[in-house]
């Protein structure tokens, strides 16, 4: 039985990480809010390049400690 992990933020849209750095590339799925923290921390240390796509993808695992970008 395949656990399916539910965003921290229900009533938010999910959107599609897309995290690039040198030689790896990963993707993730995060709520709204998390996607946004998450960008503007990666921005801030310049450790790679993250694209957002704004549309739902159900096979993806969701974004590692996504409810640590969602505290205040």
């Not at 590339?25 to 709204?32: G, I, K």
């Not at 809010?33 to 993806?60: E, I, K, M, P, S």
């Amino acid at each position: 039985m395949k656990t399916v992990k539910r965003s921290p933020r229900p009533q938010e849209p999910d959107v599609r990480l897309m995290v690039q750095f040198a030689t790896i590339r990963m993707e993730f799925v995060a709520c709204l809010t998390a996607a946004l923290v998450f960008v503007q921390d990666v921005a801030g240390r310049h450790l790679c390049d993250v694209t957002v796509a704004a549309a739902h993808y159900t096979d993806l695992p969701r974004l590692p400690n996504e409810r640590l970008y969602l505290m205040p």
